[in-house]
Nanobody, 125 residues
Framework: DVQLQASGGGLVQAGGPLRLSCAAS????????IGWFRQAPRKGREAVSC???????WYGDSLEGRFAISSDNAKNTVYLQMNSLKPEDTAVYYC???????????????????WGQGTLVTVSS
């Protein structure tokens, strides 16, 4: 039915780049905002980035401009480009379909009803 597939994770050295992909199927991709969340060991789920159906973007305040979200609506895919990765970026990254809150300090997991399985990003020092 409604499915999201996160991919692109892996092992990368500190300072390196990585691009994650979120492929959607089973629903009209243009009708939903897409968020990226991550969960690291000993931490709760953290909102990383969000992109609305109008391509308005949001980023978590700790990312210092290192991450960039983009979408390819023709491919029903959203990307997360991660640069200058740090060991503290190590986490399972999830994409989700739902609602991005514009002008908000937070994005809420409860606003997203469909979730991918997550992809593990490990950044070594």
């Amino acid at each position: 039915d409604v499915q999201l597939q996160a991919s692109g994770g892996g092992l990368v050295q500190a300072g390196g780049p990585l691009r994650l992909s979120c492929a959607a199927s089973g629903f009209t991709f243009d009708d939903y905002d897409i968020g990226w969340f991550r969960q690291a060991p000993r931490k709760g789920r953290e909102a990383v980035s969000c992109i609305s159906v109008r391509d308005i973007t949001w980023y978590g305040d700790s990312l210092e401009g290192r991450f960039a979200i983009s979408s390819d609506n023709a491919k029903n895919t959203v990307y997360l480009q991660m640069n200058s990765l740090k060991p503290e970026d190590t986490a399972v990254y999830y994409c989700a379909a739902g609602f991005c809150r514009r002008g908000s300090y937070y994005q809420y997991a409860s606003d997203f009803s469909s979730w991918g399985q997550g992809t593990l990003v490990t950044v070594s020092s």
